[in-house]
């Protein structure tokens, strides 16, 4: 035994000294991204001559950190940062990260040395009677006082007065007794096999996703302030279109009527104007309610209560335009930026890290420890130097039959591993899905746009033409209803397709995945 143990503390000293992780090493995996995004490529090869885009992606740059600058709207600008302060979903993310840190500290602990001050007390028999009685010493002892049983080294006669101390002394030895206890016990598992740094490099990178998850919330939290944003002022333009219109067929009304009063109208022409008016009054609820949400959802992101945005958002604004540049940068990049990206990395780095510690468990645990303290059947006693007892040693730990408890666990670490690399190469997938869907809607919306701002043109131009016409008697009041119906329709489109596409951009902000970085949103406050 004594070469073997030779060889198994060598090893063990080796492996202390190297500092050794059994395991596979955690490499960052490639996110095979592509060279060029395919809804660029795919433009510029069958541009749109009837409506090109007024606001086009770019490569030459990544995004801009601070995307929602690109609208110049101060008023926004002042909600997304009291929103990143004051939003109480954001700051739940912020909590789990103290949490994630907080269990980094506990796996590091494995690794430290223990150390802890023991004092006890214990009353009690310790049964040594009968086993004395059962060898016969009590029967030795009674001897000790016949006259005619004579002991070597006793004087005669002295026999009764040393079986009397005998005995004495035996029954002290069978009493209950006593134990103070003071001192202090210490542990050091040496972690030869790095399994306390595989659980402390697994616990890291979950304090990493967990920051990666509050990176994540706080895209989505700025894209939705900027999407909520858009809907209030989309409303709001609805509505003062939608004022405009009333204002136009409540003088077609007023014609009307001057008309048939002078016989050139009919009666059925004044109530079909009055309809088309009521009609068109009957939008104004519908565009105050979607405003009246947007505002009380806007209040909700900050952290304030309904109603507290009311007065400085109740004054209608015009929707937020996009830039005529947009900065996307290439697939490579996206990797870096997307925070649901770099989290599955985190969890990959997790998984990894895990299969080592599960190796480390067929590896000896070696530790050393010790134990020093004082001990007396008197407390008064425990400062004297003589009831000191100490102990020190390694221990050594080597499984041996574990019921296959160990290979299983290995196992499904592996699995683990490989479900959470399958995970990112999905999340890729996903992310690079997100944009080009993102770039293509954007580019289709600011054509329907468009080609709706010509539809509204020429509706205008009809229906102008129709007014003039039937103030002239040359068309019927009919042409006049439905040139004003099909104007309205084109106009509250265009309002909406505008909205739309804004709306649109800032989807292609969150899908680019920027707004989390420092430069950004400064520093969050830690609790």
């Known amino acids: 035994m004594r070469p073997l143990l030779r060889r198994l503390t060598m090893t063990c000293m080796a492996a202390l000294a190297s500092g050794c992780s059994v395991g596979p090493n955690f490499k960052a995996p490639d996110a095979n991204a592509p060279a060029a995004w395919h809804d660029i490529q795919q433009t510029a090869s069958q541009p749109d001559t009837a409506h090109p885009p007024t606001s086009v992606p770019t490569v030459d740059s990544d995004p801009d950190p601070r995307w929602w600058r690109s609208f110049n709207d101060a008023t926004l600008e002042s909600l997304i940062a009291r929103a990143v302060q004051g939003n109480l979903e954001l700051q739940q993310a912020v909590w789990r990260i103290v949490e994630a840190r907080t269990q980094v500290q506990g796996a590091?602990?494995?690794?430290?040395?223990?150390?802890?001050?023991?004092?006890?007390?214990?009353?009690?028999?310790?049964?040594?009677?009968?086993?004395?009685?059962?060898?016969?010493?009590?029967?030795?002892?009674?001897?000790?006082?016949?006259?005619?049983?004579?002991?070597?080294?006793?004087?005669?006669?002295?026999?009764?007065?040393?079986?009397?101390?005998?005995?004495?002394?035996?029954?002290?030895?069978?009493?209950?007794?006593?134990?103070?206890?003071?001192?202090f016990d210490a542990s050091w598992e040496l972690?030869?096999?790095?399994?306390?740094?595989?659980?402390?490099?697994?616990?890291?990178?979950?304090v990493q996703g967990a920051e990666e998850s509050r990176n994540?919330?706080?895209?989505?939290?700025?894209?939705?302030?900027?999407?909520?944003?858009?809907?209030?002022?989309?409303?709001?333009?609805?509505?003062?279109v939608t004022t405009s219109l009333i204002d136009e067929q409540t003088t077609i009304v007023t014609l009307?009527?001057?008309?048939?009063?002078?016989?050139?109208?009919?009666?059925?022409?004044?109530?079909?104007?009055?309809?088309?008016?009521?009609?068109?009054?009957?939008?104004?609820?519908?565009?105050?309610?979607?405003?009246?949400?947007?505002?009380?959802?806007?209040?909700?992101?900050?952290?304030?209560?309904?109603?507290?945005?009311?007065?400085?958002?109740?004054?209608?604004?015009?929707?937020?335009?996009?830039?005529?540049?947009?900065p996307v940068g290439l697939p490579s990049t996206l990797a870096r930026r997307r925070p649901d990206i770099r989290r599955a990395e985190a969890a990959l780095h997790s998984a990894t890290a895990n299969v080592g510690v599960a190796v480390a468990q067929f590896f000896p645990d070696v530790s050393l420890t010790g134990q020093i303290g004082t001990r007396a059947s008197n407390a008064?006693?425990?400062?004297?130097?003589?009831?000191?007892?100490?102990?020190?040693?390694?221990?050594?730990?080597?499984?041996?039959?574990?019921?296959?408890?160990?290979?299983?666990?290995?196992?499904?670490?592996?699995?683990?591993?490989?479900?959470?690399?399958?995970?990112?190469?999905?999340?890729?997938?996903?992310?690079?899905?997100?944009?080009?869907?993102?770039?293509?809607?954007?580019?289709?919306?600011?054509?329907?746009?468009?080609?709706?701002?010509?539809?509204?043109?020429?509706?205008?131009?009809?229906?102008?033409?129709?007014?003039?016409?039937?103030r002239k008697g040359l068309v019927s009041f009919i042409n006049v209803l439905d040139s004003e119906r099909q104007l309205s329709q084109a106009r509250q489109q265009h309002?909406?397709?505008?909205?739309?596409?804004?709306?649109?951009?800032?989807?292609?902000?969150?899908?680019?995945?920027?707004?989390?970085?420092e430069e950004a949103v400064g520093s969050l406050r830690q609790p």
């Open 216 to 240: 994540d919330a706080l895209v989505s939290l700025e894209a939705e302030v900027a999407q909520t944003y858009i809907q209030l002022r989309g409303a709001q333009a609805l509505r003062a």
């Open 256 to 326: 009307t009527q001057s008309q048939a009063r002078v016989g050139l109208a009919s009666e059925l022409d004044v109530k079909s104007a009055s309809a088309q008016l009521a009609q068109t009054r009957a939008l104004l609820p519908q565009y105050d309610q979607q405003a009246e949400q947007a505002m009380n959802g806007l209040a909700y992101l900050v952290g304030e209560t309904p109603g507290a945005l009311d007065a400085e958002l109740t004054a209608p604004s015009a929707i937020p335009p996009g830039p005529a540049a947009i």
């Open 495 to 517: 309002e909406q397709a505008t909205m739309q596409v804004s709306t649109d951009l800032v989807a292609l902000y969150k899908a680019l995945g920027g707004g989390w970085q």
């Open 380 to 470: 008064h006693d425990l400062a004297r130097w003589s009831h000191l007892f100490w102990s020190f040693g390694p221990s050594v730990s080597l499984p041996v039959f574990e019921g296959g408890a160990l290979v299983s666990n290995l196992h499904l670490s592996k699995a683990e591993q490989q479900v959470a690399a399958l995970d990112y190469r999905k999340t890729v997938l996903g992310a690079l899905r997100d944009v080009d869907n993102a770039l293509a809607v954007y580019r289709t919306d600011q054509a329907h746009r468009d080609a709706l701002a010509d539809e509204v043109a020429a509706q205008q131009s009809a229906f102008d033409l129709a007014r003039d016409s039937y």
């Open 108 to 183: 590091a602990a494995q690794g430290l040395p223990n150390v802890s001050a023991t004092a006890s007390y214990t009353r009690e028999q310790l049964g040594a009677k009968g086993f004395l009685e059962s060898q016969g010493v009590y029967d030795d002892v009674n001897r000790l006082g016949a006259p005619d049983s004579p002991v070597n080294g006793i004087a005669p006669g002295a026999g009764p007065r040393v079986q009397q101390a005998a005995t004495n002394a035996l029954n002290s030895i069978t009493e209950p007794i006593s134990l103070w206890q003071v001192g």
């Open 191 to 206: 972690d030869l096999f790095g399994r306390v740094r595989r659980s402390v490099e697994s616990a890291n990178a979950q």
